[in-house]
């Protein structure tokens, strides 16, 4: 394997980070939301394991770095997907323009 | 061997074992009394606060993932201390909590990854705290079950934590890619400045920004303040940011020293932008949750203008301010809450003639925010003062003098509410309210530490002192 | 170009194809199905580094659990096949613009960044290896965030019982 | 020693009066009614021990001696200033403070006599009783003082007393009005003093009026050649100094045009007018040059001049106005004023030395003056007392009502118009002679204006005591013996003091002049003021129209005249139109809405600025999430690319 | 001498106050405190006499040391010079004076003596501080009490002029701080540790540069508590609003705060930029002392009169310090004691009038001095002594000002002093339209002649500040002596600077 496979694998990452955090920023819908979030954790997780596979091959950090973000995404989005069933008891609705009560 | 380890992590045991006598609790009783089980939380509180001067010794521990010295043990009794001021004052709300145990539960464990982070000297166990310190938070806030706020405080916390958290992974990740290891230690040497890396920095500096809430970066303060249940408001007031900055004093020194050319600027104008936009915001609150909300992101830019000093002397003056922070924002914030429990009134406007018919409570709220105004006697006065010193220690003149001028309208809306409870006439005042012995007594302990940390210069010393050595 | 390099290029097209139709689809559960496309896309990804163990978790974990309560989620609070109302034009255009910077910024900084050489040494990723260091409280042991995330899922999962358990009549009033 | 305790007590006797009658008068029944006893008994105590220590200077010590020398009694450092000047308070004894002395004290002592029967039953008597101690205290005070500074000091205080006198009736609004006028124009006028001090002070480097003289008259002393090289506009320091000190010197005794204060002082009680502001206060700008004269004399002939010029034409002009009032104390008021003038410029035209004949004259004008004018007032007093009124046309044949008052009126006005062998006579003669040899343009306007002095002061005479029948009945008679001893012994003193030989005495280096009394000259004086007398006695002696007549043909000259020449009219328009509108309220508006509003626009802006930006907190986590991503990338860009 | 008697007294009176019940007690609490207090004044300042006999040498006496923050260099380090018991003095007869006025306080009137005491103790701390740090300290201790005692015992516009009286003195406090700062970080380093201690700052002396740079925070910081033109704005507002006592340390002792910490700290530690900045120091206190002047002429409200013409006497301080002149400065001083005791005799006249007549516009009082002799005449003779009358103490202090900065030959200067000079014609016009319309003239109101005269604790107040504004208008030298030394410290930094 070459490095330039793994700034190939890099770019796949980035790039998909960054469609995650599109998804984030455009959607609607609170679940989809949580689904962008997910993809950002994701590409994190190929960006851990590549750089642990291709540069530091001697630890395995990166592995177990993105054992535990995996783990902690699950928690995160256990809680808020709870959340977010709680809201919309209350608001009838998960759409993010309805939950800016408070602002200002 | 093993009694090392106890007296190492004596903090970190003490608050699973209350969390695990909670849970058992929970399943052998449907219904606990709830007034014992806070008697009990706050009894062993108070034990872990006092912990501190068990043995604080120093140690490195789990594949130097764990270490402790005197400064970790006593920013966990600090938060210890803090954690049972909050439980105290928030009786009234606690008491009526169906599931009390529960929210036990979820604000132990926030305090126990505190604690992880605290004592993280590794990228892993420190990302770990970090989100066990928010995620159990975030629920938390939604305790108010049936407030339509609640939830959507509660959801803006845990979405854009989550959000922050990814870019904080990112960065995470280049820091990894670029040096190979996750230890503080070996990041000191191994972190070079390069592009890549400052930019990992930028995105690690931002995870930080958010969860102390620095401009601009500090959004979804304001609205989960408002919106969370008193006790978590307080909570993520004080302690998130205590801890967090705990944290961030140390990575910045330690972990980003060869950037710190770079952090500086970055430190330098966030702290403009926070005092600012906080100072600007604050002016126009009417809720006094999220007034308290924006003064909190003004003084966070003081914390940052400490920065800029030399290591000793920053770390050692923002410690200070921060237990003299917790101290005064617990104080204001438990009457806020006593109140808001009590009457459901949260308006600024609510609070006229609140000194004829509140005397205590009145003057609580006053001195602690005259301690965060920054007036003498109080301790604010020196927290304050030591921190914009610090930030002048290396030559920000130009930075010191817009911080003092923003000192003034600060001044201003902590003047307003002030009048507002001792000037302005109201023809039905806020009714008197029975505080209950807890929360008096919390209280008491928040001005207590108000009066006496800045006029008693050792407890400002001894401060010095642990950092020095650490 | 070799297989591997057609394989990964395969695989990359492939998540990211599934990523942008999971963040642009307009019908919520197809969304969800989108992302479960693109998250058992980046098990194979891992699958092809000769990661294994990690592929199953993945599959295991966000396939198998994340993408699963999504989906209940949905349940609980949509019609199959709603329309999501389309994102606002003020949010979408700065979003774009946003996204696409940093991606570029991103991708410029990787690209000119030298990460030194590819070490030699042959990764060993064995389940038993990790088991091992999972559980270790020494040198390369991992115990204590194993420890540690434990107590997170004990406090996340107490969390959604109480928020999401339905509110019983008499407290709601 | 016993020196020091006398002269210590002349000023300290009203003083003390002052004390006990001001802090305690109101509180104590006894003091309360016993007050102008109380007062008259130490004014006389002051009184008889000033005349002892004029007599023991003039006529024990001085024997065999062929000049008088000033004479320090005490001196006490009383507020050092950091290079070595200090304000002293010290007392010192010389011929013309012996002099003042002896007036101030007699004329005092005569008003509080006459306050007696005048002031009884008057409801702040004993506070009039504190006043006229604190005044005449101050005024001793005055006359003692060794030093230039002490001198501003009591000269303050006889300021506020003057105030504290006018303003005595103080629910009468004209009063308050005319006790203030003459404050603060008098205060005007003191800030140049204050100046003047603070120059002479600075460059000759003592307030002491010995040292100081004796500096600046030394035209070899370091000092003289600093002072008089020093410029400002062009003009020396030296020139500057005496001239702002003339200016306070201007102000106390009403010269043009700082004159405006004195007849609406008349506003006070008459007694009080007679004493400060006919014999005593408004003499004391001549004194002050007098005090300095050597300076003037031999340093600086220019500030001279000025003095002189600005006393021959306030005595003419006042003499012009005089012709026209109605009001009999505003006539003699403007009277003293003309009269003030005559010393001044007396003053103005006198050498030093052998040449200082005109400086003897003054003083002694201003001896004989205190004399005959305290006793017009005093009369002008006993006439109000009995018609309740001020105007001219209330009065008319009162002379058989009050035959007393009407003798000595008469002996005044003898005395005042220059007719022989009256006290005024010769000292107008010695002044006239003075004039007439060192500047005779001032010479004629001086002859012209005794002809007009003796005019006003019979048409005064003539309206009160002759013109139409008295339609008065006298209900108390010409009032108590406490109010007509007094007109006699001013009577007999107006008649007897012009054969003292004064200038022996009082001279402006101490060595005496010899006095002349040189007949042939005094034919024109004489003359014209019996011309003056004569066209009196034709307009006014019988009622009739003539002077309307006469005012007609007169025309805008006379209502000028009449009017006071406008000037009031000028002061009101510089202080209210330009004082106050032009500068005053401009100042409140400018702070109220410039410095002021600065402050309040600030936190508008502020506060509009919060309002403006508050969007930003827009309640929406996803646009709470772009200012995340860009506040990150903004800050990484600045890194990179912007700050290197 | 133990200097700590004047934070300990205030304090426990303080503390005396909040544990007595009922109006009485407390006032007698708060009058016996600073009536004790008064007399260890007094005591202090025979003491003072004493060690300066015997050892005429030392820069400070009763000099006592105590570590508060060591690492950063912060003491608590107290002593005094004759210039800080002149300030004692005024600080304990205007604060026993203001507790005399306010005995019939009714609403809170605990917490409203506990502020005064508290309010004293700051001025007290003040002036008793050595230590740049603990000096900024006292001062803003002082602040929030006037905050609270004009927001909640005031009139009129009471709440809205307490803020801006608050922010104003803390905007004065942040440029003090920035000052401080400057000079803390500008000293030079002495065995590896800082200081904010006045006496080593002094003796190390400051860089060039860095004085220029930090003079006028420092300056103009302080110069906002002492109504530096254009910073004079919260004066007027502040004054007219508090109540009485409030007034009354207000314009006595917390304006004086400025004065001095302007001529300590400010012109002690940064001798050469004072002279650099003097010519700008002299022109704004000029334009404060003339436009004070003409602004108040245009006042109607007693109060206002009074808060203006504080601006214009303020003024003569600053004028005073700017003319570095040794007489100047001691003229500066002595215009604080004298401004201070007539101001706060001028206010609590005021405070009289008003608390039976319920007005303080000129235009609707009149003819007082017929139904209340005594404070009338107290009226009158605190307004003669405001325009400078002898045998008051505003003369001679003005007078020494005027003395002192004509020493110095720059025309410009003279100018200045002249403009200054002029300054008391005004003064005499608004002073005595003031008297002459508010207490002279004919009775306004029917009512007024059923009103009552000062009570004995009004006329103890008031004859309190008169005989310390009438001992030091007939005996100035009695002060001049006391401040004479201080003043030749500070002259002599100055000098050694100009080598």
Known sequence: MTPISLTHLLILSTSLFFIGAYGFLTRRNLITLLMAVELMLNSVNINFVAFNKYLYPQNIDGIFFTVFVTTIAAAEAAVAIAIIINLYRSHNSIDVEDAGEMKY | ?????????????????????????????????????????????????????????????????????????????????????????????????????????????????????????????????????????????????????????????????????????????????TCGSLQFAHLNNLLQHTPLTVFAMVLMFAGFAFKISVVPFHLWTADVYEGSPVPVTAFLSVLSKSAVVFVFTNVMFQVFANLYQSWVLVVALLAFGSIVVGNLFALRQQNIKRFLAFSAIAQVGYILVALLGESVQAQAAIFYFLLIYLFSNLAAFGVVGIISEHTGKENIDDYKGFYKTNKFLSWVLAIGLFSLAGVPPTAGFFGKLFLMLSGASTGNYVLIILA??????????????????????????????????????????????????????????????????? | MNAQEIIFYLIAAYILGTGIMAVSTHKIFRASIWLLFSLVGIAALYFWMDLEFIAAIQIVVYVGGIVVLIIFSIFLTQKAGDEMPAPLKSRTLPAAFASLFALAFTINLLLHHNFGSASEMVFDSSVERMGLAMLNTGDGGFVLPFEAVSMLLLAAMIGCIVIAMKVKKEEAQ | MRNIITVLLIPSLPLFAFLLLGIFGNSSNLLKKGAGIIGTTLMG????????????????????????????????????????????????????????????????????????????????????????????????????SANIFQIYIFWELVGVSSFLLIGYYFSKPSAVAAAKKAFIVTR?????????????????????????????????????LAISTASFLGVTGLTWGLLLVFMGGAGKSAMFPLHVWLPDAMEGPTPVSALIHAATMVVAGVYLVARLFPVFALSDQAALDVVAYIGIFSALFAAVIACTQTDIKRVLAYSTMSQIGYMMFALGVS??????????????HLFTHAFFKSLLFLGAGAIIHLVHSNEMKDMGGLRKLMPITHASFLIACLAIAGIPPFAGFFSKEAILHAAHQNHPGIYYIALFTSMLTAFYMFRLYFNIFWNKDSHHHSEHGEGTWSMKLPLILLGIASVLVGFIPFSHYVSSDGAGLETHVDLLFSVAPVSLALLGIMAAVYLYMKPSNKPEALAQSLGLAYVWAKNKFYIDEIYLFITKRILFNLIGKPAAWIDKNVVDGFYSLSATVTAEFSNTIKGWQSGNVQAYAIYFLGGILALSTLLMYVLK | MNLLLFIFIPLLSAIGVLVSNGLK???????????????VAFYLLNQYQVAKDLDGTALMYFEQTFAWFPSLGIQFHIGVDGISIAMMLLTALVVVAGVLVSFSMETLHKEFFFLLMLLSLGAYGFFISLDIFTMFFFLEVAVIPKFLLIGIWGSGQKERSAMKLALMLMGGSALIFVGLTGVYYFTPVLADVRTFDLMSIAKRGIPMDAQ?????????????????????????????????????????????????????????????????????????????????????????????????????????????????????????????????????????????MYSRTHTRLVSQLGGLLKVMPFISSIFIVAGLCSLGLPGFSGFVSEMTIFVGAWQNPNMWYRIATVLSCASIVVTAVYILRAAGSSVMGEIKDSHFTSLSDAIWNEKLAAVVLLSGIVIIGIAPFLLTDLLSPGADVIMGKLFNSIK
């Open chain 2, 1 to 177: 061997m093993i009694t090392d380890i106890l007296f190492a992590m004596k903090h970190e045991l003490m608050i699973a074992v209350i969390i695990f006598i909670l849970l058992f609790w929970k399943i052998r009783s449907n219904e606990p009394n709830n007034a014992l089980v806070m008697a009990l939380v706050n009894g062993l509180l108070l034990l872990s606060t006092l912990f501190f001067f068990l043995n604080p010794n120093e140690s490195m521990l789990f594949n130097q993932m764990f270490k402790t010295n005197v400064l970790t043990h006593f920013q966990k009794s600090v938060l210890s201390l803090g954690m049972l001021i909050v439980s105290a004052v928030s009786y009234a709300w606690l008491l009526k909590n169906k599931n009390l145990i529960e929210f036990y539960i979820l604000m132990l464990s926030s305090l126990l990854g505190m604690f992880f982070m605290i004592s993280s000297s590794n990228l892993l166990m420190f990302y770990i705290g970090l989100e066990m310190s928010t995620i159990p938070l975030a629920a938390a806030a939604n305790f108010d079950l049936q407030r339509r706020k609640s939830s959507e405080a509660a959801m803006k916390l845990i979405l854009s934590s989550s959000f922050s958290s990814a870019l904080l992974l990112m960065g995470i990740s280049f820091i990894y890619g």
């Open chain 2, 404 to 470: 003092s001028l923003n000192l003034v309208v600060s001044f201003y809306y902590y003047l307003r509410v002030i009048r507002v409870i001792f000037m302005d006439e109201n023809d039905a005042p806020i009714e008197k309210t029975e505080a209950g012995l807890f929360p008096r007594l919390a209280l008491m302990l928040c001005i207590l530490g108000i009066v006496v940390l800045g006029l008693y210069g050792p407890a400002y010393e001894y401060i010095v002192q642990i950092v020095e050595h650490y």
């Open chain 4, 45 to 144: 105590v002051s009184c008889l021990l000033s005349l002892q220590t004029a007599s023991n200077y003039f006529f024990a010590n001085a024997l065999g001696q062929t000049a008088f020398t000033g004479n320090i009694v005490f001196k006490y450092t009383w507020l050092t200033f950091g290079s070595g000047i200090s304000i002293d308070m010290g007392a010192l004894l010389d011929p013309i403070s012996a002099m003042m002395l002896v007036v101030v004290s007699f004329i005092s002592l005569m008003v509080h006599l006459f306050s007696l029967g005048y002031m009884k039953g008057e409801e702040r008597f004993s506070t009039y009783y504190a006043f006229l101690g604190l005044f005449t205290f101050s005024m001793l005070g005055l006359v003692l």
């Open chain 4, 188 to 224: 005007f006028a003191d800030l140049g003093f204050l100046i003047g001090i603070l120059t002479l002070g600075f460059y000759g480097e003592s307030f002491d009026f010995e040292t100081l003289i004796q500096r600046l008259t030394d035209h070899q002393s370091p000092q003289f």
């Open chain 4, 351 to 364: 050498g030093y030395g052998t040449e200082g004949a005109g400086f003897s004259a003054s003083l002694f």
């Open chain 5, 25 to 39: 007690q407390v006032r007698m609490v708060a009058f016996i405190g600073s009536a004790i207090q008064l007399l």
């Open chain 5, 212 to 352: 220029l740079f930090f003079f006028p925070f420092l300056f103009v910081g302080f110069g906002v508590f002492t109504a530096l033109f254009p910073f004079h704005t919260w004066v007027p507002d502040g004054h007219s609003s508090a109540p009485t006592a409030a007034s009354m340390f207000l314009a006595g002792i917390s304006m004086k705060l400025g004065g001095y910490g302007c001529l300590r700290v400010a012109t002690f530690l940064m001798p050469e930029a004072a002279q650099v900045y003097a010519p700008w120091i002299i022109a704004l206190s000029t334009i404060a002392i003339i436009y004070g002047a003409f602004a108040t002429m245009m006042q109607t409200d007693l109060k206002y009169i009074n808060a203006y013409s504080s601006v214009s006497h303020c003024g003569f301080v600053l004028l005073g310090i700017g003319m570095l002149t040794k007489t100047s400065i001691t003229g500066a001083v002595m215009q604080m004691v004298s401004h201070g005791l007539m101001t706060a005799l001028f206010f609590a006249a005021i405070g009289m």
